[in-house]
Structure formats: C-alpha cells, structure tokens
C-alpha cells in the first residue's frame, strides 16, 4: 500500500511538473516560468494531501535519504521506496514522451550556467526544500495541516528563483525520468548529487536547530508527513 501510493504520487509530480516546460516550449512560452513553478509546487501540494497519511509523500530519493541519515526513517525501507520512485519517475517520462513528442527535450532539466553553478543552486534550493519538509514533518510544534501548502510553495518558490539556470529539479527522478526519456544526459550527476547532499545538510541543520531548542527528545521516527 505505501509503496503503491509513493509509485502514483511520484508518477503525478513527474508527469505533471515534467508537462509544464514541454507545454511551454510546444506553445511558445504558454506557461511561462510562473506556470512551471505553479505545475510542480501545486503537484506536491495535492500529493501530500491526499497520499502524505498512507506513505508520507517522499517523492524524492534525496529526501528518502536524508530522512534514514538522520533516523527519521528506516534505512531499510530506503530501497523499496527509492525503486518506487525511480520506476514512476520513467513511466511518467516515456508516458510524457508518448504524448508529446518531439517536445520531450523540453522537460529535461540542464542547466544554462557554469557546472559550479548549477551544483551550487540543486544543492542550495534542495537545502531549503529539506529545512521546510523536516519542519513541518518531523517537529509536533509545526502545524502539520499545513504541510502540503509549505512544501509546496517551497518547491514554486525555488523554481522561481532557480528554474531559469537549472531547472530547479530538487529531486533526482525530476531529471533522470526525462533525461532517459530524451537521451539527453548531460550533467546528470550535478543532479544526482547536488540534490542529495543539500537534502541531508538542510535536514541536519533544522534537526539540529530543533535539538537545541529541546535537547532531549531523541529522533523522531516518521514517513514524512505521517503524524
């Protein structure tokens, strides 16, 4: 059941954040950068409602990761949830692809600055996305109701600020679906990396903000936004 619900909300985020820039770049620019942000921000924000009580809405290998380092969840429940999101990552691509080809270039994501640039932002927006999520999912002070909206409009937010030069993925499976779709690879360890080591570094630092606030409540095992 959770890894079923993981698969379809994966597969929704993908498929819906990945037709934004094809539909902009089949349109001559119909979405707009706005549009794009709206498509994914809104995708997370649905999914978390209606799946975040059955398998947490992970979404995001980087995510999934970040949470087993920092105890929030099993490592060994990391593989299964991982193959559950890279699987819906490429059906939704081919599936996009099917669709609307000969546009599927248009959702890859590849960056039009420097390699150092393009890290430096996967890693800096991941970071932020990461401090938000492991706020409203893992501290019972946050107003969990809420957490679909902030994570969501963490995710429009970032591609406002960073969708231009990256693509602002945030999310390996956001580029490595569409990049397999496309044959387009270029770069694609900037989006395998970048998005998870700043996942770990913003979860480590707002579980460590939370520590110090409250010392002695250990780790909090979740499935992201299950309370």
């Known amino acids: 059941m959770q890894l079923g619900a993981e698969f379809v909300g994966t597969f929704i985020l993908i498929f819906t954040a990945t037709a934004g820039p094809i539909v902009n770049q ?29 398998s947490g809405a992970h979404l995001n290998p980087s995510l999934t990761i970040a949470f087993a380092a920092l105890r929030h969840f099993p490592w060994a429940h990391v593989p299964a949830y991982i193959a559950a999101q890279v699987s ?55 107003v969990g109701e809420l957490a679909g909206i902030a994570v969501g409009a963490t995710v429009m937010l970032n591609i406002l600020v960073a969708g231009p030069s990256t693509g ?43 520590l110090n606030d409250n010392v002695t409540d250990p780790p909090r095992q979740v499935r992201s936004f299950r309370r």
């Not at 599936?95 to 800096?124: C, D, N, R």
């Not at 390996?172 to 990049?179: D, E, H």
């Not at 900037?190 to 630092?205: D, K, R, W």
Request: glycine residues 10%; proline residues 4%; charged residues 10%.
């Open 26 to 54: 089949k349109y001559d620019g119909a979405e707009t950068l706005i549009g794009n942000a709206a498509c994914a921000g809104l995708a997370v924000m649905i999914i978390i409602l209606s799946t975040g009580h059955i």
């Open 88 to 142: 819906a990552s490429v059906c939704a691509s081919f599936a996009l692809k099917a669709v609307f080809h000969p546009f599927m270039s248009g959702g890859v994501t590849v960056p039009s600055v420097s390699v150092g640039q393009a890290f430096a932002l996967e890693f800096i927006i991941s970071f932020i996305l990461l401090f938000v999520v492991t706020a409203v999912a893992t501290d019972t002070r946050a």
């Open 168 to 210: 602002a993925s945030m999310n390996p499976v956001r580029t490595l679906g569409p990049a397999l779709a496309s044959g387009n690879y270029r770069l694609l360890w900037v989006y395998l990396v970048a998005p998870t080591l700043g996942a770990i570094s913003g979860a480590a630092v707002y579980t460590g903000v939370k």
